[in-house]
T-cell receptor, first 107, second 116 residues
C-alpha cells in the first residue's frame, strides 16, 4: 500500500510570497499528480509528472523519483491561489491521494 | 470537450433515508471512479469501474453503499440507509490511460451530501 504524505497541512501566506508544498510517497509509482480543489469541491488537475520538472504559468512542479518526493511551487502568490492542493500517485491500477494542503493567500 | 457531469450538486437528507448520485463521465473514458471526501481529508476511493465491470470496491461499505455502471457509461452511487457519518462530498472522476500506461483523471464538481 502506498502512503502519501503532504506538508505543511495548512499554509497562510502574504500576496506575492513564494510558496512550496511538499509530497512524499512510500512505494514506486508510474506518475504523480498535483490537483487543486477550490471551496465548493471541484478538483482541477494541475500537473502529471513522472520525472523532472514542469512549469505552467506561476506554478512549478518537481519530482525526485529516487527520493520519492515531489514539490509544488507557486511564485508571486495571489489570493486566487487560495485552495486545497492535493498530491496523488498512480501505482499499478491504484490511485492514492494525499490529505491535501490548505493554502490561504492574504491580500 | 464536455467535462465530467454530476448531479445533484447538493443534497440534504435525514439519517436512515436513501439517496442516489449520478455521474456522466467524459465520452470515451473507460474508467470511472467514485470517491468520498470528508471535510479536511483527501478523497477516498469507494469504487472503480473499467467499462461496466468493477475493478476495486474494497473500501465500499457494501452494507449500505451500492454502485452500478450498467452500460459502461453513466454511473449511479446509492446510499441506503444513510448515516450521519456519510456527510461528505462525493466525487466522480473518469480517466484514460496514456500509451505509457499513465492515467489522467478528470473530476466532476462533486455532490455535497449533508445527513441530518
Amino acid at each position: 500500500k502506498n502512503e502519501v504524505e503532504q506538508s505543511p497541512q495548512n499554509l497562510t501566506a502574504q500576496e506575492g510570497e513564494f510558496i512550496t508544498i511538499n509530497c512524499s510517497y512510500s512505494v514506486g509509482i508510474s506518475a504523480l499528480h498535483w490537483l487543486q480543489q477550490h471551496p465548493g469541491g471541484g478538483i482541477v488537475s494541475l500537473f502529471m509528472l513522472s520525472s523532472g520538472k514542469k512549469k505552467h504559468g506561476r506554478l512549478i512542479a518537481t519530482i525526485n523519483i529516487q527520493e520519492k518526493h515531489s514539490s509544488l511551487h507557486i511564485t508571486a502568490s495571489h489570493p486566487r491561489d487560495s485552495a486545497v492542493y492535493i498530491c496523488a500517485v498512480n501505482y499499478g491500477q491504484n490511485f492514492v491521494f494525499g490529505p491535501g494542503t490548505r493554502l490561504s493567500v492574504l491580500p | 470537450e464536455a467535462g465530467v457531469a454530476q448531479s445533484p450538486r447538493y443534497k440534504i437528507i435525514e439519517k436512515r433515508q436513501s439517496v442516489a448520485f449520478w455521474c456522466n463521465p467524459i465520452s470515451g473514458h473507460a474508467t470511472l471512479y467514485w470517491y468520498q471526501q470528508i471535510l479536511g481529508q483527501g478523497p477516498k476511493l469507494l469504487i472503480q469501474f473499467q467499462n461496466n465491470g468493477v475493478v476495486d470496491d474494497s473500501q465500499l461499505p457494501k452494507d449500505r453503499f451500492s454502485a452500478e455502471r450498467l452500460k459502461g457509461v453513466d454511473s449511479t452511487l446509492k446510499i441506503q440507509p444513510a448515516k450521519l457519518e456519510d456527510s461528505a462530498v462525493y466525487l466522480c472522476a473518469s480517466s484514460f490511460q496514456t500509451r505509457r500506461g499513465q492515467e489522467t483523471q478528470y473530476f466532476g464538481p462533486g455532490t455535497r451530501l449533508l445527513v441530518l
